[in-house]
């Protein structure tokens, strides 16, 4: 079974920055993608990295986030910049092959 797992969450302010990683023990030369979930919501696509490296994201965060993956370490990463309180939430990550993290807790404070 492939594990993914979840890394760099934590409490920022506002305005400030976070890089999420993605580890992975399986290829990521197919799709990948973060979603969040906020408490009492419903998970969210945030951004998508297709094999072809193209990459879509939600309207809420385009030019703020920008994901990317590096092959090699079989890694995803979410740099996440000028946050906001809005952008609180638990963010996984997935293949797409119905494998998912675990999550990593994202707080912005204001």
């Known amino acids: 079974q492939v594990q993914l797992v979840e890394s760099g969450g934590g409490l920022v302010q506002a305005g400030g920055s976070l890089r999420l990683s993605c580890a992975t023990s399986g290829g990521i030369l197919n799709s990948m993608g973060w979603y969040r979930q906020a408490p009492g919501k419903q998970r969210e696509l945030v951004a998508l990295?297709?094999?072809?490296?193209?990459?879509n994201y939600a309207d809420s965060v385009k030019g703020r986030f920008t994901i990317s993956r590096d092959n090699a370490k079989k890694m995803v990463y979410l740099q996440m910049n000028s946050l906001k309180p809005e952008d609180t939430a638990v963010y996984s990550c997935?293949?797409?092959?119905?494998?998912w993290g675990q999550g990593t807790q994202v707080t912005v404070s204001s």
């Open positions: 990295i297709h094999s072809g490296d193209s990459t």
């Open positions: 997935t293949n797409y092959r119905g494998d």
